[in-house]
């Protein structure tokens, strides 16, 4: 069973940046993040495979959000930058799954993340 550790989490103004780190406790295949804002539906933000060239991302973050990983650590990275009030909502780290780009720019679940994170609060005042 692999655990998965979130960290860097906060509140910033619109335009300013923050790094998410998602730790885990073993091997993982594909790592990324969700995100849940309140009365919303989870979206699906950014992923990576094993290399740092394969990755994926919604629409609504591409250009303005990063995501790494550095497999020595078992951890991946999310640089969030020019951050939006939009932004605002809880992320979600996972493991072992699959999206693929959807229409209208989302990320469309094709197979169920096996491990998550508890989870970060973003927020982001305009």
């Known amino acids: 069973q692999v655990q998965l550790v979130e960290s860097g989490g906060g509140s910033v103004q619109a335009g300013g940046s923050l790094r998410l780190s998602c730790a885990a406790s073993?091997?993982?295949?594909?790592m990324g993040w969700f995100r849940q804002a309140p009365g919303k539906e989870r979206e699906g933000v950014a992923f990576?495979?094993?290399?740092?060239?394969?990755?994926v991302y919604a629409n609504s973050v591409k250009g303005r959000f990063t995501i790494s990983r550095d497999n020595v650590k078992n951890t991946v990275y999310l640089q969030m930058n020019n951050l939006k009030p939009e932004d605002t909502a809880m992320f979600y780290c996972a493991a072992d799954g699959l999206v693929v780009p959807g229409p209208g720019g989302r990320l469309d679940l094709i197979h169920d993340f096996t491990y998550w994170g508890q989870g970060t609060q973003v927020t982001v005042s305009s």
């Open positions: 990576i495979g094993r290399s740092n060239d394969a990755t």
């Open positions: 073993g091997y993982t295949y594909s």
